[in-house]
């Protein structure tokens, strides 16, 4: 008896109502499923498996859509690579006529060996695409957003008599590796299932504090190009570099100049960042190689400034080349990946509604509108590129603020995604995830 009251004692702390907050129907049915969803998270947790190879997971969000009154096609999706299966998960709940509302969850996890110390910690390992043993995490906190997402479908589903219309929830594979959005949409993910009004994604924030949701109007997350810049010399002996053209020393002169297309060649106001993250050249001491590769990562938030910059990066490269005496056959190669990613656009019309929303269900202390950042995210490609379906992805706060308070005052940073240190507060990151989202649906396909 005495542990039955002390567990119902610790339960109803566990999750208690959001503090100010006016406790809606969302919310009550969120209550009454987190026991179970919490445990579905610690499953996921401790079987966190790797971008493509999500098979496990996907099952498992597939088994909990359906229990949740989805039609459900499993295995949804078409890679560029015809021997990589895609494990999207597709699952439609129907109520009558109405809007059409896209709902989706990321589900892959990230090579990274947790330290977190929790009890429900992962051990995973396994081998990667190349091969290599690595340890696997859900360092990013897919893991909550697909507890929060199972969450809104069951809750969704018990509120019926609210709402009409369809909701297309998606379970997402490869979110880290870039290309799980891009495989679902190319293989008709709305011809399919029918193109939403809308669509919605959320994401945990490693900095924002438990029981907060943050938004950021306009540009969310930045454009994401990989540039393979190849500078080309030629090469001999260290002894003799008059008879030779050294593309170790024209690679230092780009690296220096490429700082200037931030500072010198953009408009300040127009967020840009140009990365060289790897550069490879030569073999031992005395020998000038033929050529030097490096690696970068450009970000921008706009179609005509990302178009500007990968156009100076060449102009640079180039021009040092051709100022430097380097014969026109020698010039750099400057190659742009195909799997670019689009800047993620969060519809101001649509966030201003959304905030509005979030403000009456958790309060108004507790909607907080947030920065943008320069990381990628793959959800852009839901809204298209031309961003004609409005889309917002909200962030969730996933930290204890009195955690938050302490790092602030030892003056340290705290873990951020993809640290093998962080790991969501489960609750009630899940349960404002799941009071989040449905709140946000609610609202759109209101009877
Ligand atoms: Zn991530
Ligand atoms: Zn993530």
Redesign the pocket.
């Known amino acids: 008896m005495k542990i039955c009251s002390l567990s119902i004692l610790i339960l109803s702390i566990f999750v208690a109502p959001l503090a100010s907050a006016q406790e809606s129907a969302a919310e009550k049915a969120a209550v009454s499923e987190l026991p179970s969803l919490l445990a579905i998270y610690k499953d996921i947790h401790c079987h966190p498996e790797l971008s493509g190879h999500e098979q496990r997971t996907a099952a498992l969000v597939a088994k909990e859509l359906r229990a949740a009154g989805c039609e459900v096609t499993e295995n949804f999706g078409k890679y560029d690579d015809p021997k990589l299966k895609c494990y999207g998960v597709v699952g439609v709940m129907k109520n009558g006529s109405g809007p059409t509302v896209l709902v989706r969850t ?1 589900m892959d996890a990230l090579p990274v060996h947790e330290e977190t110390g929790l009890p429900y910690a992962s051990t995973v390992t396994t081998k990667n695409d190349e091969g290599r043993d690595v340890s696997v995490m859900h360092a ?3 893991d909550a ?1 697909m507890a929060a997402f199972i969450g809104t479908a069951r809750v969704l589903q018990r509120l019926k008599p609210d709402w009409n219309g369809t909701v297309i929830f998606v379970g997402q594979p490869a ?2 590796a870039i290309g799980g959005a891009r495989a679902m949409l190319k293989a008709g993910l709305y011809n399919r299932f029918g193109k939403p009004d809308f669509a919605l994604g959320f ?2 924030k490693a900095d924002l504090q438990t029981g907060h949701i943050g938004v950021t109007p306009g540009y969310t997350y930045a454009n994401v190009d990989s540039v393979d810049l190849t500078v080309r010399g030629i090469g001999g002996h260290g002894a003799y570099p008059h008879k030779t053209k050294d593309p170790i020393v024209l690679s230092a002169e780009i690296i220096n100049a490429l700082q200037t297309i931030a500072s010198r060649e953009n408009n300040p106001i127009d967020p840009i960042v140009v990365t060289v993250g790897s550069i490879h050249g030569g073999t031992k001491h005395n020998i000038i190689p033929d050529d030097v590769k490096m690696q970068l990562t450009v970000r921008t938030y706009k179609s005509e400034v990302r178009d500007r910059v990968l156009a100076d990066i060449e102009q640079i490269a180039k021009g040092c080349a051709t100022a430097a005496g380097f014969p026109a056959d020698r010039m750099p190669i400057i190659e742009v990946g195909k799997d670019n990613l689009p800047a993620t656009y969060n519809n101001p019309d649509l966030t201003k509604r959304l905030v509005g929303v979030w403000k009456k269900v958790l309060g108004d202390g507790n909607v907080e509108i947030v920065d943008p950042t320069m990381g990628g ?1 793959d959800f852009a490609e839901y809204s298209l590129p031309d961003h004609s379906i409005p889309a917002v992805d909200f962030h969730i706060g996933a930290v204890d603020p009195e955690k938050i308070a302490q790092f602030k005052k030892e003056g340290k940073e705290l873990p951020s ?1 993809h640290s093998s240190k962080f790991a969501p507060v489960p609750e009630p990151t899940i349960r404002v995830g799941i009071v989040g989202m449905t709140s946000a649906v609610l609202d759109l396909m209101k009877r």
Do not use: S
Request: glycine share 10%; charged share 45%.
């Open positions: 990321d990013c906190g897919h957003h979110e880290e994401h945990d995210e995604l």
